[in-house]
């Protein structure tokens, strides 16, 4: 059976976490060492759009949005967070779930979306390029991981839409 994308439900969490936990584990995904509870999780991420990707009755995939700041003017502007399940790399999951998130974004008036990889994290950045976003930035030992400085890749997708008034 071919996978849905669909909005997530309260039901889901625990499959997020999992993932999101599958995904921390690689040591090329995030910062964090271990997924937070699920309360914690759920305050990490804005209210919508908030997406999943279901096959056989099961979460394999998601992708979420987080503000990059709490005030007013940088409201349209929010950092994406996608994770699919390593059983189910390689099938377009990605691909669905973040074009579908850059299309229900921009409905929602989000301008801009950044994304924040690892560069030893090529599938992601490649994923993020295709969808529109361009490298904008490097950041040289952003943060620490594990006790070892890690570096990132700032990209930036502008809407074609959104913002443009």
């Known amino acids: 059976m071919a996978f849905v994308i669909r909005p997530l439900t309260e039901a889901d969490w625990p499959l997020v976490k999992l993932i999101y936990q599958l995904g921390i584990d690689t040591g090329n995904a995030t910062y964090e060492t271990g997924a937070p509870e699920i309360d914690a999780l759920k305050a990490k991420f804005l209210a919508q759009p908030q997406l999943v990707a279901e096959e056989n009755g099961h979460v394999v ?8 700041s709490s ?14 399940h390593p059983q189910f790399h390689g099938r377009g999951i990605g691909r669905a779930l973040l074009s579908d998130l850059v299309s229900v ?3 929602l008036g989000f301008w801009t979306l950044q994304a924040q990889v690892f560069p030893e994290n090529k599938a992601s950045i490649a994923l993020h390029e295709r969808h529109g976003f361009r490298k904008v930035g490097y950041r040289e030992k952003l943060g620490k991981r594990n006790g070892i400085w890690r570096d990132v890749i700032l990209l ?6 959104a913002g443009n008034d």
């Not at 995939?61 to 990059?68: E, K, R």
């Open 61 to 68: 995939g998601w992708t979420l949005l987080s503000a990059v």
């Open 71 to 84: 005030r007013c003017v940088y409201g349209g502007v929010a950092e994406t967070s996608i994770y699919i």
């Open 105 to 107: 974004s921009e409905t």
């Open 156 to 161: 930036e997708r502008r809407s074609l839409v």
